[in-house]
């Protein structure tokens, strides 16, 4: 084990570094690969990175490197970093789908002029929301979750229902993701400014879903489907956004607030 | 316009002996209750009553009083416009009935919460002392729209940090501070013929009000800030280069304060005959 590989494909390259050129931060894309190489369980800060174990299927030792493994993250809800890292961990995610959404060869053709508009301003707000976390976070002294690895397989990015119904998945996941998670940051200063920051992006993911229901059924009730938007607890999103990330990303000591 | 008036009251203090005041000439009852659970969903309509069962902390009563207020202005606003013969057209009936259903749903939610705690509902005017005439003037009525719906999102947004007292309030007031960013987004698509073109996109570029009135100004300044938590948003890297400032200030909707609030309501309420 502890081959060299070399980043190959886009699909390996980590979540919020797609479509970006190599080389920046590069060295990170394959520090989770086979070894321990991320192993930091139990920091007080929230995070809680370890490695996973995964047997490399003995079918393919002659054909190809043994296939990555992804980190895979705990994030602890008990702690104000924990649940800034869950939006980071949204936000990647977020980021790169966009970019390859507008990357994508076929994207002049397979959306209108308008619908181009939105994708390319959804892209530049989710890179802006992750760019800023990834210094956030750091900043007010936590530690960064490792970069997450994305699994789009299951989406056609030359198709444009398939594009904008995960989309409108990525959109209502996040503002459900923020509603729900804002009410566990700490009843204190630091968690009023992160509260405060939280619901200045929020909003935006729901403006972003608006916009994306509203292109797939132009002037219906479909922008705003509810009275009441959801706010689901970390495990219900996670499960939720976990076909979409190679990593194992789990929460724990998340708050029962009734 | 008196500002001592009704948007006076919504001064804590003043809004806490109000609602000493009606709990002790009324009673702690909620009538109607019934009736106004219609549209809520079972767990909020329990986390209303056991809120109210619960007694509020002062300050959520303060906040959750506020709320009322303007879901009253947006709900008298979209009713009024929805019944106004000719003023809506049937490609876009829709999207109104829509809003207006929900934040008639937002008034009931915060009624049931409150219960006797509730202020009673301001007397609007909606020309704004004859400014306007949203009812008759389909352009004005949507113009009003984005103003009421943008100003909802920077004000529940300005409130949340108070809430965090009361972590299921404060997730039923971000479920429906959502929702308004929802509404904000159609109306101001809507504006701009869904074109999605500046500035009449979903989201709000630097403080730029579009088709808003410029007396309506405040509703957009401060929108422009690209600095959170301490980071400069437009120096951070975009897909190519670095983010520009109108991305960066699209990607985060800024708070307003309660008097800044109240400031651009006032217009729009007049105090009630009593």
């Given amino acids: 084990m502890s081959e060299i590989i070399r980043p190959g494909t886009g699909e390996l390259s980590p979540l919020s570094r797609i479509g970006e050129p190599t080389g920046r931060r590069g060295f990170l894309k394959w520090t989770g690969v086979g070894a321990a190489a991320l192993f930091v369980a139990g920091c007080e800060d929230g995070t809680d990175v370890r490695t996973i174990t995964e047997v490399t299927p003995p079918d ?64 530049d707000h989710e890179i802006a929301h992750r760019e800023f976390f990834e210094r956030a976070i750091p900043a007010l002294g936590g530690t960064l979750i490792p970069e997450l690895t994305p699994n789009f397989d299951g989406v056609d990015f030359a198709n444009r229902e398939s594009v904008l119904t995960t989309a409108r998945t990525f959109e209502d996941l996040g ?31 729901a403006r972003h879903a608006a916009a994306i229901r509203d292109i797939l059924a132009p002037r219906s009730m479909a922008f705003a489907p509810a009275a009441f938007d959801d706010a689901l607890p970390p495990s219900q999103v996670l499960s939720a956004a976990a076909p979409f990330i190679r990593n194992r990303v789990t929460a724990t000591n998340v708050m029962n607030i009734g | 316009m008196d500002n001592q008036t009704i948007l006076g009251k919504l001064d804590p203090e003043v809004l806490d002996r109000m609602a000493t005041r009606r709990d002790a000439l009324r009673g702690a009852g909620s009538l109607g209750l019934g009736l106004a659970l219609a549209s809520v969903p079972l767990g909020l309509a329990a986390l209303a009553k056991s809120a109210f ?69 301001p007397t609007f005017d909606f020309t704004a002392g004859g400014a306007f005439s949203p009812f008759t003037d389909y352009a004005q009525f949507r113009a009003l729209a984005q103003a009421f719906e943008d100003t909802g999102v920077r004000a529940y947004k300005g409130q ?68 959170q938590a301490g980071i400069n948003v437009a120096t951070l890297p975009g897909a190519a280069g670095t983010l520009s400032a109108e991305a960066a200030s699209e990607a985060f909707d800024e708070p307003l304060t309660r008097a800044q609030v109240l400031a651009i309501v006032d217009p729009f309420v007049v105090e009630p005959l009593s």
């Fill in chain 2, 53 to 121: 069962a619960q007694g509020i902390p002062a300050a959520v009563v303060s906040v959750l009083n506020f709320a009322l207020v303007l879901e009253e202005l947006e709900a008298e606003f979209y009713v009024r416009g929805v019944a106004a013969a000719g003023l809506i057209p049937a490609t876009d009936r829709t999207i109104f009935t829509t809003i207006r259903d929900h934040e008639v749903a937002h008034v009931q939610f915060l009624r049931d919460a409150l219960g006797g705690q509730a202020v009673a509902k």
């Fill in chain 1, 175 to 205: 503002v459900a993701a923020y509603n729900g998670a804002g009410p566990l940051l700490s009843n204190d200063d630091t968690g009023r400014t992160l509260l405060t920051v939280a619901g200045k992006i929020v909003s935006v993911e």
């Fill in chain 1, 60 to 123: 393919t030792i002659e054909v190809a490197p043994p296939p990555p493994t992804f980190a895979a993250v705990t994030l602890d809800f008990s702690n104000n970093f924990g649940i800034l890292n869950y939006a980071y961990a949204l936000e990647q995610l977020e980021a790169a789908f966009y970019t390859m959404v507008v990357a994508d060869a076929a994207f002049g053709t397979t959306f209108d002029e308008p619908t181009r508009r939105v994708l390319t301003d959804l892209r």
């Fill in chain 2, 160 to 227: 949340a940090p108070d809430l965090l007292v009361a972590p299921a309030i404060l997730r039923a007031a971000l479920t429906i501070h959502s929702v308004e960013a929802r509404h904000a987004s159609e109306v101001r698509r809507l504006n701009g013929n869904f074109q999605s073109m500046e500035p009449q996109q979903g989201w709000i570029t630097l403080n730029d009000r579009g088709v808003v009135p410029a007396a309506a100004q405040a509703v957009y300044d401060g929108e422009e800030n690209v600095t």
